[in-house]
């Protein structure tokens, strides 16, 4: 919102030397965010003064109109002889005064102005208009000055075209909308400089006569709680807006369209109250305030035709034929967000009905963002208006219109008050001491809630305002505790804690002590956080990127990754109000938005890419009743929390992994290594090691698990309990997905794991190692690592460590065989090995493969 400056001062004395810093350090201190102050002065430098027409020459021969023009700028130039200036605007004769900017002057923008030859003659300068001088949208012709305006020519142009103001541009948070106006900044502003303030919203306005200015009918008093309404009629449709007004509203950042809507948003800047002016002739019945029906549609100001939603609140015209809701009338406005087309106002209206209303400020918020239609009125209505403004705010408008439109004033007012006045809170008056630790006493608290606007009495000493205790349990006895009514301006004042918070802010947050709480002794991270940690550095240290995706997906995605209509996966959680609609569900697998990230990162033309996520998936827990409803004027209780509790879907965390493209690049070294099933197994195996789970508890073996290729999937179990999957995806799915072929990935539930074994550091050993590699035959569809199971059984305690190393088939080999080949590390603690000893454990290692398996040294 901009205010200019000198609109306030209409209202509170500020200091006659005010400065940007000082007024931006002010608002700052009350609590209000500055975008920007302004000195428009400074907007245009150089001489820019008034000029007289004297002469105007029409230079022929051109594609335009171009004028030759003598202006008359007195002492300004320096020798006091016309201005010779060539201009292409017609709407000025010779006597008109207009504004001139000299050579050497700049306009807004960085336009620099200079003394050139053009169109055969010398021109000195420019005679400006209104939006070159950046104080409006008007660009057919130059600005000629009104003859009542004070000015001779060579007066400095700026303060008679309103250049030395100063233009304020604050953000109003949603609670603070009375600070939405001139009257509310100006209410501020006072308070923050200690002077008087003059209340425009407490002007005299007659009250509600027995005959309506017009016949309503408010069915709704709940989404509008009060309707004020008055007519003027016999008005000049030709009548503009006065100087001073579109001067404001220009600098307001408003657009100027005519009288009677120029009142209206003048008076929504100034008193903070929105209006609307309906041409009176273009009404043909009685007008009806309720909810739009299913069916209904308007067409707004803007153009739009609008489809209407039963929470929507209209205005609607009885007399108009083609009701959908029977005698509740067609609508012409959609309340507090926007006119109509029907019944707004024209260049040939001559009767207005100004209509001043209250209405609630949650319908007027959702219908705003239903419509996407956030107009001045919704913003102010979303926050709060006072409903005490209405029929001020008529008075004020139908004063203006007939002062510079003429007509007359209608003698009868129309006021549907349904308004309930303010609740009432208690609080104890050492509350706000207690709360930011600065010593305010009783009767300084008193004084900085007055100032606000309250009223405030000595209480009873029962503490709280109906809606739970406010003051954490304590009560006050006598004159410690305080009533209090906040004034109809501040809806946001509803309990003791909004109370603490305005006495602090008046008596200065800089006075509130930055003391850090003691922090109290904790014991580090739990065991499951370390868990966490140390798979996380695990997966880092070995090339994957940590990415955090929301947990938010489609409800298709269990399609795309092609789980089986009964897989238990496909049962999520659905949120009531989701962030978007394409994404309702909460994951109950952590791979599916993963893979969501993984696209993109392709789509940005990464090609090698290896990500992985430690996070939480959602599942459901089946049979469930709705969640108790739990107030907000107690804690709840234990048997409350547990029923909550029960409600909730169990949430275990999982890691979740994903590669693609060249795992060991290619170049002048050497070919390059593709990501395959391999890595992905790799990578779950370092998981459960950093988990702690020690390898021999650990099993790997073949399994057809979806979205997983059947034949290049493996299944980990740790002491026999199935903890997570790893390996290549289906093609069908990374087609689905769009994919590169061979993507693998795995996922682990962590929380599945069983506790980490604490186990003493391994003792080192300073002999030296007894190296051993064997080759064993066998059937291809014995698994690698049951293999190497068996020969870490059968080799013993002298086996220190054994990795598979070659996977070799041939002919030679007969079909269905395959060569496994493992390097075994023998050593002992205490002494060198002897080769027999080594060879002993080597041939138990085969002897234990070979009994299970049926498995013989490649070429014995």
């Known amino acids: 919102m901009r205010i200019p400056v000198s609109w306030l001062r209409e209202h509170v004395d500020l200091p006659a030397e005010l400065s940007p810093e000082e007024l931006d350090q002010a608002l700052v201190n009350l609590g209000i965010e500055v975008e920007s102050i302004v000195d428009l002065r400074g907007t245009v430098t150089g001489s820019l003064v008034v000029g007289e027409v004297l002469e105007i020459e029409e230079l022929t021969g051109f594609k335009k109109p171009i004028r030759f023009v003598r202006v008359d700028v007195g002492a300004a130039n320096g020798t006091g002889e016309p201005q010779e200036i060539v201009c292409g605007a017609t709407n000025f004769a010779v006597g008109d005064r207009v504004v001139v900017i000299l050579p050497g002057g700049v306009l807004p923008g960085g336009f620099a102005i200079g003394a050139r030859k053009t169109y055969g003659r010398n021109s000195n300068g420019m005679i400006c208009s ?472 392709l789509g940005r033309g990464h090609r090698d890419v290896a990500l992985y996520e430690i996070g939480m998936v959602f599942l459901p827990r089946p049979g469930t009743a709705p969640p108790p409803a739990m107030g907000v004027d107690h804690r709840p209780s234990d048997e409350e929390f547990r029923a909550a509790d029960a409600v909730l879907p169990d949430q275990p965390w999982r890691v979740a992994a994903v590669l693609t493209g060249e795992v060991e690049p290619a170049g002048w070294w050497g070919a390059g290594r593709p990501a395959g099933w391999a890595d992905a197994v790799e990578a779950g195996r370092n998981v459960l090691a950093a988990a702690g789970i020690p390898g021999h508890r650990v099993v790997v073996r073949q399994a057809g698990y979806a979205p997983w290729h059947p034949g290049r999937c493996a299944e980990f179990r740790v002491d026999d309990v199935l903890v997570g999957h790893a390996g290549e995806l289906h093609p069908a799915v990374l087609a689905e997905l769009d994919l590169p072929p061979r993507t693998s990935a795995l996922e682990i539930d962590l929380d599945a794991l069983p506790p980490a074994p604490v186990v003493s550091a391994p003792r080192i050993s300073g002999y030296p190692p007894a190296l051993i590699d064997v080759a064993l035959v066998l059937d291809a569809g014995v698994p690698a690592d049951e293999v190497g199971r068996a020969l870490a059984e059968g080799a013993g305690e002298l086996l220190e460590s054994i990795r598979l190393f070659d996977v070799y088939s041939s002919e030679q080999l007969g079909q269905g065989r395959r060569s496994l080949a493992y390097k075994l590390v023998f050593r002992a603690p205490d002494r060198t090995l002897t080769g027999e000893e080594a060879v002993a454990a080597r041939d138990a290692a085969v002897a234990e493969a070979a009994r299970r398996f049926g498995a013989v040294l490649r070429g014995a």
């Open 130 to 601: 209104v939006r070159e001088l950046g104080i409006g949208d008007d660009h057919a012709g130059i600005l000629v000055l009104p003859e009542d305006v004070p000015a001779k020519p060579g007066d400095d142009a700026r303060p008679v075209v309103g250049l030395d103001d100063v233009v304020v541009e604050v953000e109003i948070t949603p609670d603070r909308g009375y600070a939405m106006s001139v009257r509310g900044l100006a209410r501020e502003l006072s308070h923050a400089f200690e002077v008087p303030f003059r209340d425009p919203g407490r002007s005299p306005a007659p009250g509600a006569t027995p005959e309506p200015a017009y016949p309503i009918r408010v069915v709704d008093t709940v989404g509008c709680d009060r309707f004020a309404a008055r007519v003027v009629r016999g008005i000049d449709p030709a009548a503009e807006s006065p100087t001073w007004m579109r001067r404001r509203l220009t600098h307001a950042g408003i657009r100027t369209i005519s009288l009677p809507v120029d009142i209206t948003n003048y008076l929504m800047l100034e008193l903070g109250q929105p209006m609307h002016a309906f041409d009176l002739d273009a009404l043909r019945g009685e007008l009806v305030v309720r909810r739009a029906v299913p069916g209904e549609r308007l067409t707004t100001l803007d153009g739009v035709d609008r489809a209407l939603d039963p929470e929507d609140l209209v205005i609607c015209d009885a007399g108009l034929p083609g009701s959908v809701a029977g005698d509740g009338g067609v609508p012409i406005s959609l309340a507090a967000v926007m006119g109509g087309e029907t019944s707004e106002v024209a260049d040939t209206t001559v009767d207005v009905l100004f209509e001043a209303a209250h209405w609630d400020p949650v319908v007027v918020g959702r219908t705003a963002r239903r419509h996407r239609l956030f107009s001045e009125a919704a913003k102010r209505w979303e926050r709060g208006v006072d409903p005490a403004l209405p029929l001020v705010a008529l008075e004020r408008a139908v004063a203006l219109l007939t002062t510079y439109g003429g007509g007359t004033a209608g003698a009868e007012v129309l006021d549907v008050d349904h308004v309930s006045p303010p609740n009432r809170i208690v609080i104890d008056a050492d509350l706000p001491a207690r709360r930011a630790g600065v010593p305010y006493e009783p009767a300084r608290t008193m004084a900085l809630l007055e100032r606000v606007g309250c009223a405030v009495a000595v209480g009873d000493g029962r503490a709280g305002n109906g809606n739970g205790n406010g003051n954490g349990g304590r009560h006050a006895s006598g004159p410690e505790t305080l009533v209090v009514t906040p004034p109809t301006w501040r809806p946001d004042l509803t309990d003791p804690a909004d109370l603490v918070e305005e006495v602090i802010r008046l008596d200065g947050y800089d006075k509130v002590p930055s003391v850090l709480p003691v922090a109290p002794p904790g014991r580090g991270l739990t065991p499951e956080q370390r868990r966490r940690r140390s798979v996380s550095r695990t997966l880092a240290e070995s090339g994957f990127v940590e990415v955090l995706s929301p947990p938010f997906v489609a409800a298709e995605l269990s399609d795309r990754l092609g789980l089986p209509a009964d897989d238990p996966r496909r049962t999520a959680v659905r949120l009531a109000n989701p962030l978007a609609d394409t994404e309702p569900l909460m994951r109950t697998m952590l791979l599916g938005t993963v893979l969501g990230t993984l696209r993109r990162n």
